[in-house]
């Protein structure tokens, strides 16, 4: 399983390292150490992290931590909540900070990119398709 460092952690949350940091020493997300002393986050961990601080956002959060955020260029760079595998097609959700991106592809196409929950992939919209980049 992928693991995240609170820098890549707070990028893909839309907010500063600082805040990430906090929320880690707060206890709101697990973090272990690497050999090198880094605080990392699993990446399943911060998948059920990021659905819930989008909630909070959704539901009128605010204060220091809000940030504005941006669809620059229709990227959305986030991490796998959830895959959905049917016989032939699959759903993949992503969590690109308070953004929720659903996309609904082939099967053949979510194994190819060995997407699973908890690792980091990007989201490219045109139009009303949804294509998903493993980052």
Same mark, same amino acid.
């Given at each position: 399983?992928?693991?995240? &460092?609170? !820098?890549?952690?707070?990028?893909?949350?839309? /907010?500063?390292?600082? %805040? $990430?940091?906090?929320?880690?020493? $707060?206890?709101?997300? &697990?973090?272990? #150490?690497? =050999?090198? +002393?880094?605080?990392?986050?699993? !990446? #399943?961990?911060? $998948?059920?992290? @990021?659905?819930?601080?989008?909630?909070?956002?959704?539901? +009128?959060?605010? +204060?220091?931590?809000?940030?504005?955020?941006? @669809? *620059?260029?229709? *990227?959305?760079?986030?991490? /796998? &909540?959830? /895959?959905?595998? +049917?016989?032939?097609?699959?759903?993949?959700?992503?969590?690109?900070?308070?953004?929720?991106? /659903?996309?609904?592809?082939?099967?053949?196409?979510?194994? =190819?990119?060995?997407? =699973?929950?908890?690792?980091?992939? %990007? $989201?490219?919209?045109?139009? &009303?398709?949804?294509?998903?980049? #493993?980052?």
């Amino acid at each position: 399983m992928q693991s995240y &460092t609170i !820098g890549q952690a707070a990028r893909l949350l839309g /907010v500063s390292p600082d %805040t $990430a940091r906090r929320w880690a020493d $707060a206890g709101r997300v &697990t973090t272990h #150490r690497d =050999e090198g +002393g880094r605080r990392l986050i699993d !990446g #399943r961990d911060l $998948a059920v992290f @990021s659905v819930e601080v989008a909630q909070g956002q959704a539901q +009128g959060g605010t +204060g220091e931590d809000d940030v504005p955020y941006t @669809s *620059a260029r229709n *990227a959305f760079p986030g991490i /796998v &909540t959830a /895959v959905k595998l +049917g016989d032939v097609a699959a759903q993949v959700e992503i969590q690109a900070g308070p953004h929720r991106l /659903v996309s609904l592809l082939t099967r053949e196409a979510v194994e =190819e990119l060995g997407l =699973e929950v908890g690792m980091q992939a %990007t $989201a490219r919209v045109k139009s &009303t398709s949804v294509h998903i980049d #493993r980052t």
